[in-house]
């Protein structure tokens, strides 16, 4: 089954992708692969491995523990926006609130888009509920 192929949900396609390892176990970890697999339709600004080895060592396995549960709830919905909003919308829009509550930046600069401080590496995945874009680095909501 090719990526971004429209029968598999967010959490299969992000699986299968073969670069979204740490983010499908800190997705499990936080409890929220059953809500990613529902109906959605779901944006998700998806940080690659890569992105994720981008922290400061220690960070991805202490977020991980049970103990900092909602600490990761609150990172991963913060990549999470309500509706399927495709490369050509994102373009058109300078922020964007996410499931968190909180609202990201959005920054086209020529043919380059940025989630905050991440740049959009690959746009319009698409899954069966949703759409995946994979960032270069994680972003943090404001404490």
């Known amino acids: 089954m090719k990526l971004?192929?429209?029968t598999q949900n967010i959490v299969e396609t992000a699986s299968s992708a073969g670069n979204f390892g740490t983010l499908c176990a800190a997705v499990k970890a936080a409890e929220l692969a059953e809500t990613l697999q529902g109906e959605g339709p779901f944006t998700v600004f998806a940080p690659t491995d890569d992105a994720f080895a981008k922290l400061p060592g220690g960070t991805v396995e202490d977020l991980l523990k049970p103990e900092n549960k909602q600490k990761l709830v609150s990172i991963l919905t913060y990549h999470v926006v309500s509706g399927k909003?495709?490369?050509s919308d994102v373009t058109k829009l300078s922020?964007?609130?996410t499931v968190n509550g909180q609202?990201?930046?959005i920054k086209v600069e020529g043919e380059m888009v940025m989630i905050d401080s991440a740049k959009v590496l690959q746009a319009d995945i698409e899954c069966s509920n949703g759409v995946i874009h994979a960032i270069d680095s994680v972003i943090l909501p404001k404490q």
Do not use: F, L, Y
């Open 4 to 6: 971004g192929q429209k």
């Open 95 to 97: 922020e964007a609130k």
């Open 85 to 87: 909003v495709m490369a």
């Open 103 to 105: 609202s990201v930046s």
